[in-house]
Every structure is written in C-alpha cells, then in structure tokens.
C-alpha cells in the first residue's frame, strides 16, 4: 500500500465530501483549498433525495437534516399573470415515492457539517491559502505544485477544484467553459425584512421570456434566499423603471411580485455569469481524475450541480481499492464509467430545461404551461424519477 496520501485539489462541496468519503474508508487524505478559509461560499442550495443515499453512507445525514428545512413544494410561477404552472409536492407523497426527502440548506451549513466530519478523522489534513498550480504524475506517485513554490507528493490526485479546473485544464487543454450569456445575481436577507406578498413557504421559480428567478426560506424561516438569473442583451440604459437595462423589454408586463424581488437586489454588483460545458467520456488519467464540476458542470436547472459532485465522492472512495500499483487507474476508469452517464444526462437536460423550459416567451410559454398544467402528480414525479430514485453505487470488480 502506497503510504502518500490522496491529494484532494479545492475544499469545495465536492471536495469536503471526497475527503470525507476517503477518510471514512481508511486512506490518508490531503485536502488544498485556494481560499483564505474553508466553506465559506454563502447562499443557499436545495438537496434531492437521491443525495441522501450518499448522505446516509458517510453517517451525516441526520447532522445535514438538523440544519435543513423541508419546503412544502417546488413550484413554478407563471411571470405575467402568477398562475401555477407545476407544483411538485415535497412532502409526504414525494417521501413515500423518493423515500428520502427534498431540502434546501444554507450552503455553510451544509459544509460545516461535512468539515466538522472531516475535522474528527485523524488522517484527513486540510490546508487553506494553497493555490494549486499545477501537477505531474510520476507513475508511482503525483506531485502538486503550489503557487507560492511549495510541493506536495501524493499516491493519486483528485480535482475538485470546479467549473475552471487548473487539473483539467492540464489535462485536457480545452479552455474556458462555455458562457450562456446569463447573469445570476444572489442575495439573502432577514425574512423579516420581507415585507410584500410572495410565498415563502416553498422552492418558487418564476420564469419567463429570458429570466428566471428562484426564492425559498432557509435557517426555520429566519432567512429569504433569492436567485435572479436574466439574459445579458447589453441594452443601453432606457427611462423606464427597470432595475436593469437588460429587463427593460419584460419589466412592465412582470407580475408585481416579481417587481419587489428585482427591487431586493442590487443588480448594479457584477453578477455570476452562467456557464457549462459538453459532457465528456473520459475524466481520468492514469492517479489523476476529476469530480463535481471540475468533471461535468452543469446549469443550474436541475440543482443538481453539487448533489451529483457528493454523488461523485461517494462513488469514487466505494471504488478505490488501494493506491499501489496500477490499481488507481483502474479504479479511477471504474469510477468515470460509473458516473459519466448520469451526469451527462443531467448536464443535457439542465440545458433542454434552460431553453425549453424556464425561458421561454411568447406561444412557446403558453404551450409549455398548457402542457406542464395538466400533468398529474403522478406524472410529474415519474419525469424526475430518473434522478431522483438515486444513483446506484457500483461494485468493486
Ligand atoms: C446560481 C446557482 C445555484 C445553484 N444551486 C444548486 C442547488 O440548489 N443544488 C445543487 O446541487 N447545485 C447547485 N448549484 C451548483 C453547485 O453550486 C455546484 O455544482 C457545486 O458547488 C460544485 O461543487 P464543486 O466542489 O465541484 O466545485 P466548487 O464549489 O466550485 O469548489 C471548487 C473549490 O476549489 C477551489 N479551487 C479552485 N481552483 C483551485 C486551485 N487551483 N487550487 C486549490 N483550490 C482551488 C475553489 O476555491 C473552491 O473552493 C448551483 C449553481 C449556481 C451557479
């Protein structure tokens, strides 16, 4: 057994949860992150079932559920008149189908618990202010090269340094992902500052012709976590009253709720622009793959990115048998074959939901909410049934 540790590159969602999986199963692990401190991302995130499995196998699913809330439903909005285009029931017929519930999580809390985990095994370390520049696989063991000139050696190397990867750019070379051209803005507030009409008892999107905007209560209701998420059309600033240039076009016809919710954010703050990339077949590299969104990142639509990153960790630690030998490769290829499906699918249909789906105008929105009107709950819960029922870990061979 190669005594080097696994070396973990970025100390996100994805990588606290390798480090975690890994350490449960005995391997000494190395964890770099490039940040000042570790799991300090705010905002909130919403967890499907099928991530509990995985929850559930590391022993922290009850530590995630004390400080998540179970909303009623996910619903979606129509941004003219508010009318209900699908309702997705999250409570007990949602648990009886899933058998896990759905929750959404303040994004700190969520990894304190898996750092707090981490924290008590003594073969994970973790290192902050450790900027990873690149790497070398030596055959029997890699090296890691840091930014301000240190070097740690490892047995394998795992990048879960996300959507711009210095690992996979090493390795595959391809460049920047690709840009939507939309802008997310985010923002939390005290619920008690909330003071119009709109439902905070649930996951709500509005959507509509070239945005969307996502809202839920996290923390028993203390705080309102709004995502807006707008077309970037460069449109000169216009007398209007809209928040922003680029809403200028479908900011009168915005339902009143939508109004007071662009009016809680500062859209004037440099917002993130929305990227992904095509999924691929092959992550891995003799000791060197890759994990979350470093491996297959994905739009927003599903929320789904990290769910699948943890799903990843999970899968990648049940697979490794050891690190001697070419037994890594072996198990990383393993790995990828495992997963590279199921993630693909949820990139593509993230992006099928992005286009057909959420921002939609004109004909097209009306034949979408005639259609999405009708579906039964029974319905609705079998399109997502896919991902939702779980991900199925492998063997080892
Ligand atoms: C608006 C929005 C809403 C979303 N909502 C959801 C949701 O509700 N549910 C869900 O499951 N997903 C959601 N996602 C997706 C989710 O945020 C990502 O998929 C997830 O955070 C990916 O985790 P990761 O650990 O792979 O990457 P990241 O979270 O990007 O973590 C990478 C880490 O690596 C570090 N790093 C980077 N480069 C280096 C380096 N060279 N050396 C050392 N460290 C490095 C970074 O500092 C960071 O800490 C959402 C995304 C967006 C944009």
Known sequence: ?????????????????????????????????EGEEFGVIGYGIQLGPNVFWMLDRLGVSEAVLAKALRPKSLVMYDWIDGGVI??????????????????????????????????????????????????????????????DGRKYEGAALIGADGIR????????????????????HRTIVPMSEVNFD?????????????????????????????????????????????????????YRDSHPTMKKLWGMMDLSRRGWV????????????????????????????????????????????ELLHDTSGDRVDQSFRQYVNARYLRTARVQYESRYLWDNYYHLGGIEREVMRDTWEKKTEEQVFDCIAWLYDGFKLPQRA
């Not at 007990?92 to 898996?114: A, E, M, N, T, W």
């Not at 891995?284 to 943890?310: E, F, K, N, Y």
Request: hydrophobic fraction near 40%; charged fraction near 20%; proline fraction near 6%.
């Open 1 to 33: 057994m190669n005594k080097l540790p696994i070396i973990v590159v970025g100390g996100g969602l994805g990588g606290a949860m390798a480090a975690l999986a890994l350490g449960k199963k005995g391997f000494d692990v190395l964890l770099l992150e």
């Open 86 to 147: 699908t309702r997705i029931p999250t409570g007990d017929s949602f648990v009886r189908r899933f058998k896990k519930p759905y929750v959404v999580i303040h994004r700190v809390d969520l990894h304190g618990v898996l750092l707090d985990a981490c924290r008590a095994l003594p073969n994970v370390q973790m290192i902050a202010k450790t900027e990873v520049k690149s790497f070398e696989d030596l055959g029997d063991r890699v090296r890691v090269d840091i930014a």
């Open 165 to 184: 990867s210095t690992i996979r750019q090493q390795m595959t070379n391809e460049g920047p992902p690709r840009s939507l051209g939309y802008v997310a």
């Open 198 to 250: 709109v439902d905070t008892d649930n996951v709500v999107m509005w959507s509509g012709d070239g945005f969307h905007i996502v809202h839920y209560p996290l923390r028993e209701h203390s705080l309102f976590n709004v995502v807006t998420v707008f077309k970037t059309l460069d449109m000169a600033p216009t007398d209007t009253d809209s928040p922003h240039p680029d809403l200028a076009r479908v």
């Open 274 to 317: 929305s990227h992904d990339r095509d999924p691929i077949r092959h992550w891995s590299r003799g000791r060197v793959t890759l994990l979350g969104d470093a491996a297959h990142p994905t739009l927003q639509s599903l929320a789904q990115g990290a769910c699948m990153a943890i799903e990843d960790a999970v899968c990648l630690a």
